[in-house]
């Protein structure tokens, strides 16, 4: 499963594409991956894991200097 991420902080913005392994689950994947980027602002191996759902995206993401969770719920 390809994907791509972009994140915007302090004034810059990083954008790229990751491919993550997806194993269906019920109605919907468990994901994982990783990428090295390279980047002088937050660069460094990015790992992912999370869960695709039909009305719902979460994965958290960490790295050596970096870590949070991707959100995104399908509105109403």
Do not use: C
């Not at 810059?12 to 994982?32: E, N, R, S």
């Not at 994965?59 to 109403?76: E, K, S, V």
Request: charged letters at 20%; a neutral charge.
């Amino acid at each position: 499963m390809d994907a791509f991420f972009e994140a915007r902080w302090h004034g810059f913005t990083t954008a790229y594409p990751v491919t993550l392994d997806a194993k269906k689950q019920g109605t919907g994947f468990q994901i994982a991956g990783q990428k090295e980027l390279k980047s002088w602002v937050g660069g460094g191996l990015y790992t992912y894991k999370g869960s695709l759902l039909p009305s719902e995206f979460e994965a958290q993401y960490g790295a050596r200097n970096d870590a949070g969770t991707f959100q995104l719920t399908l509105a109403p």
